[in-house]
């Protein structure tokens, strides 16, 4: 729902703030107080593109906040998530309109407005008079028809093949685009591929081997410098060992006489042990330095075939070895090229045929759903005074020769589309004898106003927009007719929340809470605002409805016996 708008130095308005309530909210006014200021505010929080003039005269920028609440909005959810935004359970849709520019912000996150209008499509849906909106829409209605049927999970499971298939189709087609291309390197890559086995390089080797031969390369100055130091360290006469030892006696003859001198004298036989275990690991290092000048030339051979290796099929013995599982796979592949195409299109055939059961099920679940919802709406559409009306869910499918999908009774093949096999849209007539129509093309007007409020009233706990405005939609109707168009309202208020601009009291009386549009003339400047009505104002506002600016008596008691009876 959305719990509050947020208006600052928008056209009339400089400061506002709007706190709505679920159910059925009523906006009322006097012509040219600033209804459609609000609704205009609310569709640039939408994401609809701005003008500079929309800016307070006087200020620098217009700033429109919008604050929802959105605890089980899946499709905003993915949406977001889809282009790196964390997801809250309060959506915060903030627009700021400069004198060069207009910026979009979510959950206080910079967005593009393409981003911000994807969010508003889950979450609001806002009818005025001539707006291009939700059901009006010919592609929206299989969505409308599947959410009314609870068939997500069915379709959820013909997407998931659906995208399965289109997978393996292409991988199908650019496998047979490729034969002639695999079939002309095959004998290039069994060369290449002999080459490298019969070399057979492995991932590490080449930094090993090169360890090794400088080891080797240096074992002459290793074995002479690391058994001079055995003689300097400890063999020779007066070797370093033998040196500190003296030392050490000397310094312990002292030591007796200044105890400052215990802890020096520590440190000394530390270097002692120190000296005698070097002196321990050099002479075991001496007599292991090895002499090999065979293996030595060996590991310049190996190096030498890594080398070339290298110059031909990669910066690394890494990437030799990679690239070797990579022409494998493309030689199996041009070896056994017939039975990568047949096992190709078996899998094709299997998906198909998975394909084509869902379809063919989500299809016949369709239009048992369908009859219930014609009947629902041609009896609501009665209900608010179209008697005649004829509404219909018109089926179609793709004749396709070359279809996924299949019907195993008759044979036929039918396009596959990416929300089944089927194409739906609403037709409807609202006179006697008159042939249903596209709902897109039916005339603007009272009936049209009335045909979406039947909709969304018969669609209301499966349509899963939780916001509706509408805006003056009470064109066209009046007295009993208005007073059905607004129980209707109240009515899907129990299952959205909705936002309504009316100029009948019929329709205003039905609200679950009611505002009301003022102008106020102040220092010389002329500033609307809207506040929530109390009872008693509710009644002498709905009242001037009824009489105008002089209220009476009489309408005084109309306007009690509408609220009393809503």
Avoid: C
Wanted: glycine fraction near 6%; aromatic fraction near 6%; charged fraction near 30%.
């Amino acid at each position: 729902m959305l719990r509050s708008l947020s208006i600052r130095d928008y056209t009339l308005i400089d400061r506002l703030e709007i706190t709505f309530e679920n159910g059925l909210n009523i906006i009322t006014g006097e012509t040219g107080a600033g209804k459609s200021i609000l609704v205009g505010a609310l569709k640039l929080i939408l994401g609809e593109r701005a003008s500079t003039d929309v800016i307070r005269s006087g200020a620098h920028k217009a700033v429109l906040e919008g604050i929802f609440d959105a605890p089980h909005a899946d499709r905003i959810r993915h949406v977001l998530f889809d282009h790196g935004y964390e997801y809250d359970e309060t959506l915060i849709l903030r627009r700021e309109i400069g004198s060069s520019s207009s910026r979009g912000f979510i959950n206080d996150s910079p967005a593009t407005m393409q981003l911000m209008r994807q969010v508003a499509e889950s979450v609001i849906d806002l009818h005025g008079q001539h707006e291009h909106q939700s059901l009006l829409r010919t592609e929206t209605h299989i969505e409308v028809l599947d959410n009314y049927a609870g068939l997500g999970e069915l379709r959820a499971e013909y997407q998931r093949i659906y995208k399965e298939m289109e997978g393996a189709v292409k991988a199908r087609r650019q496998l047979i685009a490729r034969e002639k291309d695999l079939k002309q390197k095959q004998e290039l890559y069994a060369y290449q591929i002999k080459e490298i086995d019969e070399i057979s390089p492995k991932p590490g080797e080449e930094a090993a081997l090169e360890v090794e031969a400088k080891l080797l390369e240096n074992a002459e100055k290793r074995f002479a410098g690391s058994g001079e130091l055995v003689q300097m360290l400890y063999e020779s006469e007066e070797s370093i060992y033998d040196r500190l030892v003296h030392a050490r006696n000397v310094f312990s003859e002292l030591a007796t006489t200044d105890d400052r001198l215990q802890e020096p004298l520590t440190d000394l036989r530390s270097a002692e042990v120190l000296i005698a275990e070097l002196t321990k690991f050099l002479q075991d290092y001496h007599a292991r330095v090895a002499f090999d000048p065979e293996r030595l030339q060996e590991i310049r051979n190996r190096l030498g075939e890594l080398l070339n290796l290298k110059r031909k099929y990669g910066e690394t013995i890494e990437d030799v070895v990679a690239f070797r599982e990579k022409i494998g796979t493309q030689f199996e592949l041009a070896a056994d090229f017939e039975g990568a195409i047949a096992r190709a299109d078996k899998q094709v055939i299997e998906l198909a045929q998975r394909l084509a059961h869902v379809a063919i099920r989500l299809s016949a679940r369709r239009k048992e759903a369908a009859l219930y919802i014609e009947e629902a709406i041609v009896r609501e559409l009665g209900e608010l005074g179209i008697v005649h009306a004829a509404f219909q869910v018109q089926f179609g499918v793709q004749a396709d020769a070359k279809g996924w999908i299949r019907d195993q009774v008759t044979g036929k093949r039918f396009a596959a589309l990416p929300n089944g096999m089927d194409e739906v849209a609403f037709f409807i007539s609202t006179n006697l004898g008159e042939t249903p129509r596209p709902l897109a093309k039916t005339a603007s007007g009272g009936e049209i106003s009335r045909i979406m409020l039947a909709l969304k009233t018969i669609l209301a706990k499966n349509e899963r927009l939780p916001i509706l405005v509408f805006d003056e939609i009470d064109t066209g109707i009046s007295g009993r007719i208005a007073g059905k168009v607004g129980e209707a309202m109240r009515n899907l208020g129990e299952y959205h929340q909705i936002i309504a601009i009316t100029h009948l009291p019929q329709i205003a009386a039905q609200g679950h809470n009611h505002y009301v549009v003022e102008k106020l003339v102040s220092e010389d400047r002329t500033r609307s605002q809207i506040r929530l009505l109390s009872t008693e104002e509710r009644i002498r506002t709905i009242a001037a409805m009824f009489s105008g600016d002089e209220i009476t008596e009489a309408a005084l008691e109309s306007a009690r016996a509408l609220l009393k009876h809503a």
